[in-house]
């Protein structure tokens, strides 16, 4: 109707008592407890600084950033080199000691061409500093075969013309002669899976497992 007005509403009067938006009781034990949980971390991990800074203090050398000398186990035989902390143990092999015939390509782990045995556990040296290699046995291309024959795997990779371009091939004849190290009976399964991250521009994989197979005594075999 016109003129009329609705009826009034009280409105609650404001309490005089604040009212606490910030915390309630499960907030409150929900912050305790994450409180008490990251101090206990906190005080693990400065725990563990203090050790590592005492392991360090107390037990490990620092090295570089400038060469320092280092003796490395190749081919049976203690070679002593400079080498600095970056420096890959491919490197140091075809730099620092002039022994190319393990090949770089890649440089990133990638191809395999550069692989050597560490401790007879085929390694892309590409990828593995010298350092860590200070203690441990390194067979490379070159020490694969002595002076009186070369190792059955390198021939088996003539005879059966297992290279075209060659640059694939020291660290293929490395993963194959690794292979039969471990297992003297591979099938061409065997083999796929070894040389699996070895790569061959040239596509001559038939003739690395054809040759691999015969290094091993074995005939090929259909996958």
């Given at each position: 109707?016109?003129?009329?007005?609705?009826?009034?509403?009280?409105?609650?009067?404001?309490?005089?008592?604040?009212?606490?938006?910030?915390?309630?009781?499960?907030?409150?034990?929900?912050?305790?407890g994450i409180t008490a949980a990251g101090t206990a971390l906190l005080d693990g991990v400065h725990?563990?600084?203090?050790?590592?800074?005492?392991?360090?203090?107390?037990?490990?050398?620092?090295?570089?950033?400038?060469a320092f000398p280092v003796t490395l186990n190749i081919n049976g035989t203690e070679r002593a080199?400079?080498?600095?902390?970056?420096?890959?143990?491919?490197?140091?092999?075809?730099?620092?000691?002039?022994?190319?015939?393990?090949?770089?390509?890649?440089?990133?782990?990638?191809?395999?061409?550069?692989?050597?045995?560490?401790?007879?556990?085929?390694?892309?040296?590409?990828?593995?500093?010298?350092?860590?290699?200070?203690?441990?046995?390194?067979?490379?291309?070159?020490?694969?075969?002595?002076?009186?024959?070369?190792?059955?795997?390198?021939?088996?990779?003539?005879?059966?013309?297992?290279?075209?371009?060659?640059?694939?091939?020291?660290?293929?004849?490395?993963?194959?002669?690794?292979?039969?190290?471990?297992?003297?009976?591979?099938?061409?399964?065997?083999?796929?899976?070894?040389?699996?991250?070895?790569?061959?521009?040239?596509?001559?994989?038939?003739?690395?497992?054809?040759?691999?197979?015969?290094?091993?005594?074995?005939?090929?075999?259909?996958?």
């Amino acid at each position: 109707m016109p003129g009329h007005q609705p009826p009034h509403k009280e409105l609650p009067e404001a309490s005089s008592t604040p009212v606490n938006k910030g915390i309630t009781r499960r907030g409150f034990l929900k912050g305790a407890g994450i409180t008490a949980a990251g101090t206990a971390l906190l005080d693990g991990v400065h725990g563990l600084q203090q050790e590592a800074h005492g392991a360090t203090t107390r037990d490990v050398k620092e090295y570089g950033p400038e060469a320092f000398p280092v003796t490395l186990n190749i081919n049976g035989t203690e070679r002593a080199l400079h080498v600095e902390p970056r420096t890959t143990l491919a490197e140091a092999l075809r730099i620092g000691l002039g022994m190319t015939g393990t090949k770089i390509s890649c440089d990133r782990g990638v191809c395999s061409s550069c692989t050597v045995w560490l401790d007879k556990m085929p390694v892309n040296s590409c990828m593995t500093l010298a350092v860590d290699a200070i203690g441990h046995h390194v067979t490379t291309i070159e020490g694969l075969s002595n002076d009186s024959e070369v190792h059955p795997v390198q021939a088996a990779f003539v005879r059966h013309d297992a290279m075209q371009c060659g640059f694939c091939t020291p660290g293929m004849v490395m993963s194959c002669a690794a292979l039969i190290e471990r297992n003297p009976h591979p099938t061409e399964v065997d083999v796929r899976v070894a040389i699996s991250g070895n790569l061959c521009r040239c596509g001559t994989y038939p003739k690395v497992f054809a040759a691999t197979l015969d290094a091993a005594g074995q005939h090929a075999s259909k996958a």
